[in-house]
């Protein structure tokens, strides 16, 4: 039996339900976190190895990058950073698509028909 699923295009290809950006941040921020573990010599603070949670904090770098793009690409952020820090000028003006509805257009006219299970109405006199 032939594989009739569509191709989608525009759907990212996905490896652990990651896709490849995700997935490489993950691998990338474990990677630095252990190396970093190993490599620095022990910093004691107030009794307790700094070293540990600033490791720790390098290995949720990716998990953290992957909840912030969860629903959106890469470029969908550069978008919205660019969006914030580009200097940009809004001058008030005309509306540029001044036709948003269709004016000519015949609308519908929805009647209250009497369905059988509605009671008679009585009538005034």
Known sequence: MDDITPL???DHPKLFGLRYDQ???CMISL???T???SWIQPVPFCGQDLRLDVAIFFGLLGPAYC???MNH????????INFYTCPQ???PGPDPTPTRFLTDEPLPEFLDLP???DPPAEEEA
């Open 8 to 10: 989608n295009l525009e």
């Open 23 to 25: 997935l490489l941040a």
């Open 31 to 33: 990677i630095v976190s």
């Open 35 to 37: 190396q970093f573990y």
């Open 67 to 69: 909840l912030v793009t």
């Open 73 to 80: 690409t890469t470029g969908h952020w550069e978008s919205i």
């Open 89 to 91: 000028i809004f001058i």
């Open 115 to 117: 369905s059988e299970d």
